[in-house]
């Protein structure tokens, strides 16, 4: 006996954590006759967006007097028991439902069959998979739309259609491949995971017509890919990015440092849509504080490779960002920002009022003796100095024999090649270098925490 539950969802929004149910449908089927049915409004404690509202035909005065879901849960936990779950697209439904179960304080699984996916193996000519496509497509009408029990009896409808168009043998056989392969994207061929190393590199999802949406690194691609689709149903982000996915690629590297590189300036280069730290850029600035002068000065462009003979503090991807990492520094150590160059005015500062400036300000401690402190507090942002004369190559070799070098020179991530006698490392070799804070970080860490992991060969 083969229990199946058609159920749909309508909700305040698209976020499974943060928008609410607003209206449950579930249709109870064995061996293909509905056998009961549980629908309900619901209510769900928080206003009913007014686009949400014209789309379903549910709004605040429809829903008031409704049970909150924490009033429904423990029923409905009951009557969804043993049936498989039955929904179009059921990444969302399934993951609104077992987040709203666990506001509730109830643990909900079920397993999972989605009738999106399941058009798009019999039909995978079709470009249209969405449920008025399909019913439309196949001649089925009369179903309230965008309403709950409308749309889960539509999928009754569809379900029962294909059941007869394909046979219930070819039905079941690609709903045992979908539960074997129930977290994968809608919109992404299985087949395109097949050869997903579990090996270091850097993967690439693709949305509509090839838009990057995500670069990502791992030491193993396979788990860290699949990590993603198994994420969407607890976090909005990982949701909203799933549900976009068409396409993936990668590239493997020797290790951790080839793809910490390679994912930074992919990521720059293509600006896929769901990255944001790596992404951003700007105009670099860092701290400088010669000898000679009274106070630190903000520097920007060429002085930022690391080149012997300038002595830097920090990297930073604005100006404002330097100055509150200075403050603090002040804060901290009892600086003065005034002395700092932070503020102006004469007499004593105001942090020197709240008592957290030793008075540099105000004659109470020298000068001198102030900047040694800033000087030494200061240390802590130094900019380490390139180590060696010019280009390097970082060797990096994975315990099954791949191996590659990393070419970079003051700092400045160059690209990667297999072999040193490769005729593109003379191309790679010429480029200009451009200072990079990401992959400053990324090499000033391997080279601190790492480095006995890593071939170095000087190239100059």
């Known amino acids: 006996m083969t229990t199946l539950i058609f159920l749909d969802l309508e909700t305040t929004g698209t976020r499974t954590t943060r928008d609410r149910?607003?209206?449950?449908?579930?249709?109870?089927?064995?061996?293909?006759?509905?056998?009961?049915?549980?629908?309900?409004?619901v209510d769900p404690?928080?206003?009913?967006?007014?686009?949400?509202?014209?789309?379903t035909g549910i709004d605040d005065a429809l829903v008031a007097g409704a049970p909150r879901f924490e009033q429904l849960a423990g029923?409905?936990?009951?009557?969804?028991?043993?049936?498989?779950?039955?929904?179009?697209?059921?990444?969302?439904?399934?993951?609104?439902?077992?987040?709203?179960?666990?506001?509730?304080?109830?643990?909900?699984t079920a397993p999972t069959l989605c009738t999106l996916?399941?058009?798009?193996?019999?039909?995978?000519?079709?470009?249209?998979?969405?449920?008025?496509?399909l019913l439309t497509r196949h001649g089925l009408g009369g179903y309230p739309r965008h309403r709950a029990e409308g749309d889960a009896r539509a999928m009754l409808a569809l379900w029962q259609h294909w059941q007869a168009q394909h046979g219930s043998e070819h039905?079941?056989?690609?709903?045992?491949?979908?539960?074997?392969?129930?977290?994968?994207?809608?919109?992404?061929?299985?087949?395109?995971?097949?050869?997903?190393?579990?090996?270091?590199?850097?993967?690439?999802?693709?949305?509509?017509?090839?838009?990057?949406l995500y670069v990502g690194k791992s030491v193993n691609l396979r788990a860290r890919v699949l990590g993603h689709f198994n994420a969407d149903r607890r976090?909005?982000?990982?949701?909203?990015?799933?549900?976009?996915?068409?396409?993936?690629?990668?590239?493997?590297?020797?290790?951790?440092?080839?793809?910490?590189?390679?994912?930074?300036?992919?990521?720059k280069t293509l600006m896929p849509i769901m990255n944001r730290q790596l992404r951003r850029q700007?105009?670099?600035?860092?701290w400088q504080w010669p000898a000679a002068d009274a106070c630190p000065t903000l520097v920007t462009g060429d002085a930022l490779d690391g080149r012997p003979g300038t002595t830097l503090y920090g990297v930073f991807r604005h100006p404002r960002e330097a100055?509150?990492?200075?403050?603090?520094?002040?804060?901290?150590a009892a600086l003065c920002p005034r002395r700092l160059g932070l503020e102006a005015g004469k007499g004593p500062c105001f942090s020197h009022q709240l008592g957290r400036c030793s008075g540099a300000c105000c004659g109470k401690e020298p000068p001198a003796a102030h900047d040694a402190r800033a000087r030494e507090a200061l240390e802590r942002l130094r900019i380490m100095h390139w180590p060696w004369p010019g280009r390097v190559a970082f060797g990096e070799q994975h315990p099954e024999g791949m191996h590659q070098w990393h070419l970079v020179d003051h700092w400045c991530y160059l690209g990667s090649l297999s072999d040193l006698g490769d005729a593109s490392l003379d191309t790679l070799a010429s480029q200009p270098p451009q200072f990079d804070v990401d992959t400053y970080r990324i090499l000033s860490r391997f080279i601190h925490r790492d480095a006995e992991q890593l071939e170095v060969r000087p190239l100059d």
Request: hydrophobic share 40%; aromatic share 8%.
């Open 282 to 286: 700007g105009r670099l600035v860092s």
């Open 21 to 41: 149910i607003t209206e449950i449908a579930a249709l109870k089927v064995v061996n293909g006759r509905e056998v009961d049915r549980f629908v309900s409004l």
């Open 171 to 212: 039905i079941d056989t690609l709903c045992a491949a979908q539960r074997r392969q129930a977290s994968l994207p809608t919109h992404l061929d299985p087949g395109a995971l097949q050869s997903l190393p579990s090996r270091p590199g850097v993967y690439l999802f693709y949305g509509h017509n090839r838009l990057p």
């Open 323 to 332: 100055r509150l990492a200075l403050k603090q520094i002040a804060e901290n």
């Open 75 to 108: 029923e409905l936990y009951e009557w969804l028991q043993e049936g498989c779950l039955v929904a179009h697209n059921a990444r969302f439904d399934y993951g609104f439902l077992r987040n709203a179960f666990e506001r509730a304080g109830w643990r909900f």
């Open 117 to 133: 996916k399941l058009s798009r193996r019999l039909a995978p000519h079709e470009r249209h998979h969405n449920l008025d496509a």
């Open 235 to 267: 976090s909005d982000r990982e949701m909203r990015l799933v549900q976009q996915i068409q396409d993936i690629d990668w590239q493997e590297t020797a290790g951790d440092l080839g793809a910490q590189l390679l994912e930074a300036r992919l990521v």
């Open 45 to 55: 404690g928080m206003p009913i967006p007014a686009h949400i509202c014209r789309l």
